[in-house]
């Protein structure tokens, strides 16, 4: 494919095909075009799988580990491979583009989208980008690298302006995206909806100057969803693609731009080619070869996800439980007999974030599921919730749950404004999402009310309650008597995806006996959900809720005394939905619920206790130093309880290493939270691990760090400007992998630096007592700054200083590198 071909499918159409050809034809596909040999191009959510034009349990996709987990592996080949995955799913899916993966920095832990990004550091997240994109388009998926720029919290962000300064934007902010469109070749940007420095990033001149200028990047701009708001967006060399659709600001507008000369015409033409190139390399266009995707077998993306998911485990903390012993981790098989699984997460794992990230797995283990499976009928696993981590209500559990065609489930009929049935559907659910349609044939503008039909059965006698989730009107019958009639809604200048992904709930109490069986209707008229800029995301989300009534005193108690009798303690803690999901942002790092009394309560009755820490983002670990062993297994994919397995066992090694610093306490911490409607990177350059480098302060847990069954000694480290050859020794008694760092210093520079930056990674691999070599490459860029005046690229000549080891807080090798201006 060449440019002179494109030029001349352009020619044959006129200026109404070509605008037509830059607003989506609906939520997630482009328009086809026969005049140019242009196929229908379909769009996909990730970037934890490939989720397509569904959002529907019906339609299942593998569910890989976080962003956060791959990068916790710090393994490039790895994410790699990940990325070839993720391609065949896209093909399985009929999906083109793969809207992933997001290189947003964890500029703060309290970003409620931080399980959905790589890390704090951007030469990290760099490495492991690069990786990703080139897995998927090697495999001939598009990606879409998201989202530019500054995006990194979820308050106001469809308004929040970022105010950052111009060398912090290009040697933070910008790095990762400088980096995956250079070496990486990506196919498609993402436009963010925020503004930087006072423009919306969707009419940002960074599109023309930096991304098409500077970096030279050839592929499509596309506006995150609702964020085109203007013609000004239509711009020479600002976005290219307007979603979803077909809905828009430019349609006929801009064909009337075009022709005032408010537009120019080769600013268009130059947008439709754009997409025209894009179409090519997916294999969308007519006459240009594709590449096809190698197809995986089921049984091998279990098995890829489950080594994933271990090689990004973190083993944070590994102590003997006596003196004189070895550290409790791997637990010894043979002398388990009565193992305790417990805390709200065991059986109810979190494998995915909220938002963009959600996918519907085909299967999912659990921890409890897992080691079960692992340690097999002659070791006695019992568990315990030990209490709620959260208030909110869940959908119903579909075991209780009957249609009336006697299927797991509730039966759906969406009516008209007379009362119509316009459509049915039979679904194995009880938490639904609409977007952009309710299914084939039936519009969302025509439905006035939604209605669920099952039969509750109960399998425990007691108090129960039952309610509804959602934005809207709710009427709730229960055995022919109406239970509930109210109106929900969203708190003022809530993000949409709120009422997706933590949607507002009211419930009533509910007696049921032991086996009785009741029919429950819910009728529910829908209001919009909010949207930007006064444009409605077309979206609806109902639940139905129910759940016996809780007792976590009781529960506690329950969970301490299966410790206390048990070999092994496994407490499996973490976030909920309503801490960590796309739409808004965390207000306290703290465990919810009582979970933090768990684990204290549970090592005081077993001092062998294993806290496993499920979440996508840190957490507050005020025990930390209480139990021997800390394993953070971040949001792990659907072979989640598989790896735990392996790695408590032995089987695997825990691989990871911190993406990201995990804080001791929330002081100092940057806010997500706009002022004023603006947002100041005051940190400057000092975000992450930079800036607790800059204090003197401990965190909980290094940058970089983390443990694995064995242990390593540094012997020596040579080399200059370029690469530094580091030697080490195995000295423990099991093979093993370890992830050298180097970061980077400048004693006595000029200019304001931070103490120490990564500068690059390698992993070394040993058996017992065997040494190795390891040669670490440095980028040029590691001794560069941005210089604001001359507005281009500097180097402050003279003596760095490169410092080696296994994390940034344990640095035993350094040696000085000249480096010229």
Request: hydrophobic share 40%; proline share 7%; net charge negative.
């Amino acid at each position: 494919m060449d440019d002179d071909d494109l030029r001349e499918r352009l020619d044959r159409l006129d200026l109404e095909r070509e605008v037509r050809l830059l607003t989506g034809a609906d939520a997630w596909s482009l328009h086809p075009e026969p005049a140019v040999g242009l196929r229908r191009l379909v769009v996909s959510d990730g970037p934890a799988g490939v989720r397509g034009e569904r959002w529907d349990e019906r339609d299942t996709a593998a569910n890989v580990p976080s962003p956060t987990a791959l990068a916790a592996t710090w393994d490039v080949d790895r994410v790699e491979r990940l990325g070839r995955l993720l391609a065949a799913e896209a093909r399985r899916r009929g999906v083109d583009v793969l809207l992933a993966p997001t290189v947003n920095l964890h500029r703060t832990p309290y970003g409620g989208r931080h399980f959905e990004c790589f890390s704090e550091d951007p030469l990290l997240t760099a490495r492991i980008g690069v990786a990703y994109v080139r897995g998927l388009q090697e495999e001939g998926v598009g990606a879409t690298v998201k989202h530019l720029v500054a995006n990194d919290q979820e308050s106001e962000r469809f308004s929040a302006d970022v105010r950052v300064g111009e060398r912090v934007l290009r040697e933070v902010y910008l790095a990762p995206f400088e980096a995956i469109v250079r070496e990486g070749g990506a196919w498609a940007v993402m436009a963010a909806y925020n503004g930087v420095n006072g423009t919306t990033m969707t009419e940002s001149p960074l599109q023309r100057d930096v991304l098409k200028g500077d970096w030279g990047f050839d592929g499509v701009v596309v506006s995150d969803w609702y964020a085109a708001r203007s013609l000004a967006a239509a711009g020479d060399g600002l976005l290219d693609l307007v979603m979803p659709g077909p809905r828009g600001p430019w349609g006929d507008a801009l064909v009337a731009a075009v022709r005032s000369g408010e537009v120019p015409g080769p600013a268009v033409d130059d947008k439709v080619l754009r997409v025209l190139r894009l179409a090519g390399r997916v294999g969308a266009l007519e006459g240009v070869p594709g590449r096809d995707a190698a197809p995986w077998s089921a049984a091998e993306v279990g098995a890829e996800l489950r080594a994933t998911a271990a090689a990004g485990f973190v083993l944070a903390r590994n102590e003997p439980v006596a003196a004189g012993a070895d550290p409790l981790l791997p637990l010894e098989r043979s002398r388990l007999r009565r193992v305790a699984v417990l805390g709200p997460n065991a059986v109810e794992a979190r494998t995915l974030g909220g938002g963009s990230a959600t996918v519907f797995p085909p299967y999912t283990v659990s921890p409890l599921a897992g080691l079960r499976a692992a340690l097999g009928p002659d070791v006695e696993v019992g568990h315990a919730r030990g209490g709620r981590s959260t208030h909110r209500l869940p959908p119903a559990d579909l075991d209780l749950l009957r249609r009336p065609d006697g299927g797991r489930g509730v039966a759906v009929r969406f009516r008209d404004a007379e009362g119509a049935v316009l459509g049915t559907d039979e679904r194995e659910a009880a938490a639904f999402t609409w977007l952009g349609s309710y299914g084939p044939g039936v519009p969302m503008d025509r439905v006035q009310a939604v209605e669920l039909y099952t039969r509750v059965r109960a399998v425990e006698g007691g108090a129960h309650r039952i309610g509804v989730s959602g934005v809207g009107s709710f009427r709730v019958t229960v055995g022919g008597q109406v239970r509930l009639d109210t109106r929900i809604g969203l708190p003022p200048g809530a993000d949409p995806v709120e009422g997706m992904m933590r949607p507002p709930q009211e419930s009533v109490a509910l007696e049921l006996r032991a086996g009785e069986e009741v029919e429950v209707v819910v009728r529910h008229v829908p209001v919009p959900a909010g949207g930007v800029e006064g444009t409605d995301v077309e979206s609806v989300t109902c639940q139905l809720n129910l759940a016996r009534e809780a007792d976590d005193a009781a529960e506690l108690k329950q969970a301490v005394a299966l410790a206390r009798d048990a070999d092994v303690a496994v407490v499996v803690v973490g976030t909920t939905e309503e801490v960590e999901s796309e739409g808004f942002d965390r207000s306290s790092l703290a465990l919810p619920g009582r979970q933090d009394e768990l684990v204290r309560r549970v090592v005081a009755a077993n001092p062998r206790t294993v806290v496993v820490v499920n979440s996508g983002a840190p957490a507050l670990l005020p025990w930390a130093e209480e139990v021997p062993a800390v394993l953070l297994t971040w949001f792990p994919g659907q072979e989640c309880g598989n790896a735990l397995a392996d790695v408590l066992l032995g089987a695997a090694e825990p691989g990871g290493r911190l993406p990201v610093t995990w804080p001791a306490t929330e002081e100092g911490l940057p806010s997500p939270l706009p002022v004023d409607g603006t947002l100041r990177y005051d940190e400057g350059l000092l975000v992450g691990h930079r800036a607790y480098d800059r204090d003197g302060r401990e965190p909980r847990f290094r940058f970089g760090s983390g443990l694995g069954y064995t242990t390593w000694e540094y012997l020596s480290a040579e080399g200059d400007a370029t690469s530094v050859t580091v030697r080490l020794r195995n000295t423990g008694g099991r093979r093993g992998r370890e992830v050298v760092q180097v970061y980077a210093s400048r004693p006595d520079s000029a200019l304001e630096r931070p103490v120490r930056w990564l500068a690059g990674f390698a992993a070394a691999e040993a058996d017992p007592g065997g040494e190795v070599a390891v040669t670490v490459d440095l980028p040029g860029r590691t001794y560069r700054h941005w210089d604001e005046t001359g507005s281009r690229w500097a180097t402050e000549a003279g003596v760095f200083r490169l410092h080696v080891g296994p994390s940034s807080g344990v640095l035993p090798l350094q040696l000085d590198v000249q480096v010229p201006g």
